[in-house]
Nanobody, 114 residues
Framework: QVQLVESGGGLVRTGGSLRLSCAVSGGNFGVFTWSWYRQAPGKERELIATIAGGGGTNYIDSVEGRFTISRDNALNTVFLQMNSLNPEDTAVYYC????????WGQGTLVTVSS
């Protein structure tokens, strides 16, 4: 059974940076496309960044140029480097495959103060 454990969230000021990690256990990490999702207060969870097995990436417009998704197949870990954070980025961040076929982890909370 695949387990997803997100970490790295916290409280930062506008303009700050954070690096999120997602440790994946129990599955064949390398064969999957992985994504980061987020759920802001009062909103539905949304897909924000994707990385394919070959390393190709895709982002939603609001994070393009500020966020970078990466993966380490040896560590079974997906990363999200987040720069130039703003209050609209405040959310709980989750990782999952794309489509999200695994049970969701607990997520990691990112709070950006103005």
């Amino acid at each position: 059974q695949v387990q997803l454990v997100e970490s790295g969230g916290g409280l930062v000021r506008t303009g700050g940076s954070l690096r999120l990690s997602c440790a994946v256990s129990g599955g064949n990490f390398g064969v999957f496309t992985w994504s980061w999702y987020r759920q802001a207060p009062g909103k539905e969870r949304e897909l924000i960044a994707t990385i394919a097995g070959g390393g190709g990436t895709n982002y939603i417009d609001s994070v393009e140029g500020r966020f970078t998704i990466s993966r380490d197949n040896a560590l079974n870990t997906v990363f999200l480097q987040m720069n130039s954070l703003n209050p609209e980025d405040t959310a709980v961040y989750y990782c999952n495959a794309r489509p999200p076929i695994f049970s969701w982890g607990q997520g990691t909370l990112v709070t950006v103060s103005s």
